[in-house]
């Protein structure tokens, strides 16, 4: 069964940090393509960032120089380093893997709260 589990959010000052793991398991995480989503209330779904095993990290303008995605394929952890954080980056942050056969598998979610 795969299953991913997000962690690390919670409270953050306006140009704080937080990082967020997404652990994965039930799979073999280092070949496939994952990214970073986000939803915040009364707002559709948003991708943030995405990275592939062997290509260069890909990130949506709005976190664009402030955030980074990385993996430790060995742990099967991806990793969300965000930076210089602002209001409007107050979702619910979401993890996904998509397998070798095309299929997407989400995390639950991690709240992410910018405030002072």
């Known amino acids: 069964q795969v299953q991913l589990v997000e962690s690390g959010g919670g409270l953050a000052q306006p140009g704080g940090s937080l990082r967020l793991p997404c652990a994965a398991s039930?799979?073999?995480?280092?070949?496939?393509?994952m990214g970073w989503y986000r939803q915040a209330p009364g707002k559709e779904r948003e991708w943030v960032a995405r990275?592939?095993?062997?290509?260069?990290?890909t990130y949506a303008n709005s976190v664009k120089g402030r955030f980074t995605i990385s993996r430790d394929n060995a742990k099967n952890i991806a990793y969300l380093q965000m930076n210089s954080l602002k209001r409007e980056d107050t979702a619910v942050y979401y993890c996904?893997?998509?397998?070798?056969?095309?299929?997407?598998?989400w995390g639950q979610g991690t709240q992410v709260t910018v405030s002072s």
């Open positions: 990275t592939s095993s062997g290509g260069s990290p």
């Open positions: 996904n893997v998509v397998s070798a056969g095309g299929y997407t598998y």
């Open positions: 039930g799979l073999n995480f280092s070949p496939n393509p």
